[in-house]
């Protein structure tokens, strides 16, 4: 609630000297010797209403002078008017994700911190790529960051064929933001192996990415050695087994300096949840926001009763408090 015109309310400061002087100033009247007969007429007005009127005519006034003022409620409209950042995640699904030194797996652990940093971003596009021996997009880029979080719960290993390939994974992310007209273009490749699938080499793809304006991060997640994984057996069932596990960081660095990236290695679920909040730091969007308030006049509320009450005031001559000469 606000008033446009607050100034009328000055005009209030004059209602308790009128109160006193009404109250003050003696009542007109005559005299008689004996006024029992009048007393006991039906229509006779006690002392309180005979000062009705002036009641009805103080409140009537009080409320024209609000209704002058006059009162305003709004609310607050916002059309942002800047372009955000389009974002393509980029997640390994091979079986070396099901590796245990991430809790629960590489993979679950990726996926809970994926869900996270989407769900702190916003007027940003995301999409998701899924990779294994070849890149998918799971979901194009969209503002729809529910509908976004269920794609990536529904991305599990066997969605690909096994593999690792990192330069179908960049080229399918890029080829996703080639359209795109954002101030920002970037791609968020988590992996924790080494390339040995896919058509395109993956310092090609980091070219290819460069040229369109892409700039890719680039994580290797988990860490070195021996894990148990979840690997294909030879009757077509999975097993657990130890495998050995290797992450190729000196490509993942290469792609990430030659598009103005950068590199980082999680060896933990912490390690991994901070540097996609250092990401989160460095790629904001600066929201430009163009505010309009718009209002409704609410002076009616006061003028309806206002004129209420002065027609009582003007109807109680017709009425058993009507004047008595």
């Given at each position: 609630m606000r008033l446009a015109d607050p100034w009328f309310l000055l005009l209030l400061a004059i209602l308790p000297f009128w109160w006193i002087w009404n109250f003050r100033r003696k009542a007109e009247g005559a005299a008689y010797s004996n006024v029992s007969a009048i007393t006991a007429l039906a229509s006779y007005r006690k002392p309180i209403a005979a000062r009705l009127p002036f009641y009805f005519?103080?409140?009537?006034?009080?409320?024209?002078?609000i209704a002058l003022a006059r009162p305003q409620t709004g609310y607050r409209e916002e059309e942002v008017i800047s372009r955000g950042i389009d974002i393509m995640l980029a997640l390994d699904i091979s079986s070396s994700m099901t590796a245990s030194d991430l809790k629960p797996n590489r993979l679950d652990a990726s996926k809970k911190v994926i869900a996270d940093f989407i769900a702190g971003r916003k007027n940003d596009r995301i999409g998701l790529v899924v990779f294994a021996s070849q890149g998918l997009t799971q979901c194009p880029l969209?503002?729809?960051?529910?509908?976004?979080?269920?794609?990536?719960?529904?991305a599990n290993i066997g969605l690909v064929d096994d593999g690792t390939a990192i330069g179908m994974a960049i080229a399918t992310a890029s080829n996703r933001l080639k359209g795109s007209n954002a101030k920002s273009k970037i791609v968020i490749l988590l992996t924790d192996g080494m390339n040995n699938r896919g058509a395109i080499d993956p310092l090609t793809a980091a070219k290819l990415a460069k040229a369109t304006g892409v700039k890719v991060y680039t994580i290797g997640?988990?860490?070195?050695?021996?894990?148990?994984?979840?690997?294909?057996?030879?009757?077509?069932?999975?097993?657990?087994?130890?495998?050995?596990?290797?992450?190729?960081?000196?490509?993942?660095?290469?792609?990430?300096?030659?598009?103005?990236?950068?590199?980082?290695?999680a060896e933990d679920e912490t390690t991994l949840a901070n540097i996609y909040k250092q990401i989160d730091r460095l790629e904001k969007t600066d929201i430009k926001v163009k505010a309009y308030v718009r209002h409704t006049d609410w002076f009616m509320m006061f003028i309806i009763p206002a004129a209420a009450l002065m027609l009582l005031e003007l109807a109680l001559p017709l009425t058993r408090w009507r004047m008595i000469p």
């Open positions: 005519r103080f409140a009537a006034a009080a409320l024209v002078i969209t503002l729809d960051y529910p509908i976004l979080t269920s794609f990536l719960e529904t997640a988990g860490k070195e050695g021996l894990f148990y994984q979840t690997i294909m057996s030879q009757d077509g069932g999975r097993q657990r087994a130890l495998v050995q596990t290797e992450i190729d960081e000196p490509l993942l660095k290469q792609i990430a300096s030659s598009t103005g990236g950068a590199y980082f290695r």
